[in-house]
């Protein structure tokens, strides 16, 4: 059972489509719903594989730099990232927004809790630099994007200008726990069980999937921002993350909200926090 449960959390089916699986993200809105001018790109992977990518320029005639936006477990461009893209977008920014593998246009049906996410971070900072985009290069992820942003500065040498990390969660296996708390189900030892059987089927230990760890290799600027009340990570863990990221850093609370996209609980407090960080990038 856990072994099909680890599966199911792990793997996404296509729409109309009855598998184990969730139901795979899809990109439901374009840019242009929203107001925003928008080029798709492909970064090829290999021969079979890609991420999907929309490039939406600055709203100002001189860009202030690029963000890459990230999404978070089960999300997609279109339905996490277009609400930042259009703050990032009237602070002067150009702004690259990616589908991880399994989700929206790219390529794939799974998704590896940011483990394999992070290489796809890589990929994009390399094509980002390769393109020569407009620095400051700001890395900015929701929940698992933000531990997938975590683990590539760690793992895959990225090397940003800034990070702005929103929602992450702190261990993987405590990921899962509060989440089985939430449906009110034991932690043990039905957290461990999912997070080795997925681990086997996609070839990483998650019991080490710990962006905690992760910031500690973070030397760039960071933002990192969290719901008082998130019902999968608490305060002291992101209290945990912060204090282990060991360049400039800042710490922005939302007091009324818990695990939901920040700039659409409270736009105004978001952008502000979001553009007083970034002016001293």
Same mark, same amino acid.
């Given at each position: 059972?856990?072994?099909?449960?680890?599966?199911?959390?792990?793997?996404?089916?296509?729409?109309?489509?009855?598998?184990?699986?969730?139901?795979?993200?899809?990109?439901?809105? =374009? /840019? @242009?719903?929203?107001?925003?001018?928008?080029? !798709?790109?492909?970064?090829?992977?290999?021969?079979? $594989?890609?991420?999907?990518?929309?490039?939406? *320029?600055?709203?100002? @005639?001189?860009?202030?730099?690029?963000?890459?936006?990230? /999404?978070?477990?089960?999300?997609?461009?279109?339905?996490?990232? +277009?609400? /930042?893209?259009?703050?990032?977008?009237?602070?002067?920014?150009?702004?690259?927004?990616?589908?991880?593998?399994?989700?929206?246009?790219?390529?794939?049906?799974? !998704?590896?809790?940011?483990?394999?996410e992070a290489k796809d971070v890589a990929l994009t900072m390399n094509y980002? %630099?390769?393109? @020569?985009?407009?620095?400051?290069?700001?890395?900015?992820?929701?929940?698992?994007? @933000?531990?997938?942003?975590?683990?590539?500065?760690?793992?895959?040498?990225?090397? /940003?200008?800034?990070?702005?990390?929103?929602?992450?969660?702190?261990?993987?296996?405590?990921?899962?726990?509060?989440?089985? =708390?939430?449906? =009110?189900? *034991?932690?043990? *030892?039905?957290?461990?069980?999912?997070?080795?059987?997925?681990?086997?089927?996609?070839?990483?230990?998650?019991?080490?999937?710990?962006?905690?760890?992760?910031?500690?290799?973070?030397?760039?600027?960071?933002?990192?921002?969290?719901?008082? =009340?998130?019902?999968?990570?608490?305060?002291?863990?992101?209290? %945990?993350?912060?204090?282990?990221?060991?360049?400039?850093? $800042?710490?922005?609370?939302?007091?009324?909200?818990?695990?939901?996209? +920040?700039?659409?609980?409270?736009? $105004?407090?978001?952008? %502000?926090?979001?553009?007083?960080?970034?002016?001293?990038?």
């Amino acid at each position: 059972m856990s072994y099909a449960g680890a599966y199911a959390l792990t793997h996404f089916s296509a729409p109309g489509h009855i598998g184990l699986g969730l139901p795979r993200p899809t990109n439901s809105r =374009r /840019p @242009s719903d929203v107001g925003l001018e928008y080029v !798709t790109q492909r970064i090829s992977i290999n021969q079979n $594989e890609w991420l999907e990518t929309w490039f939406i *320029p600055a709203q100002r @005639s001189v860009s202030s730099g690029t963000v890459l936006l990230f /999404p978070g477990n089960g999300g997609s461009k279109a339905k996490q990232l +277009l609400a /930042p893209t259009a703050v990032f977008h009237r602070l002067g920014y150009d702004a690259l927004l990616i589908d991880f593998r399994g989700v929206g246009g790219s390529s794939g049906n799974t !998704t590896t809790l940011g483990v394999r996410e992070a290489k796809d971070v890589a990929l994009t900072m390399n094509y980002a %630099q390769r393109s @020569s985009f407009q620095r400051p290069l700001i890395l900015y992820g929701v929940s698992m994007g @933000s531990a997938a942003i975590l683990k590539a500065v760690a793992h895959e040498k990225v090397n /940003p200008d800034a990070v702005i990390l929103e929602l992450p969660f702190a261990r993987l296996l405590d990921a899962v726990r509060s989440r089985l =708390r939430a449906i =009110r189900l *034991p932690t043990f *030892p039905i957290a461990e069980m999912l997070v080795f059987w997925g681990g086997i089927q996609h070839r990483f230990n998650g019991f080490m999937h710990n962006p905690v760890t992760y910031a500690k290799q973070v030397q760039c600027p960071a933002l990192l921002l969290h719901g008082k =009340r998130d019902q999968w990570t608490t305060v002291a863990e992101i209290n %945990q993350i912060f204090q282990n990221l060991p360049g400039s850093k $800042e710490l922005a609370i939302f007091p009324n909200t818990g695990h939901s996209l +920040l700039v659409t609980v409270d736009q $105004e407090h978001w952008q %502000q926090r979001v553009d007083q960080f970034l002016q001293g990038v």
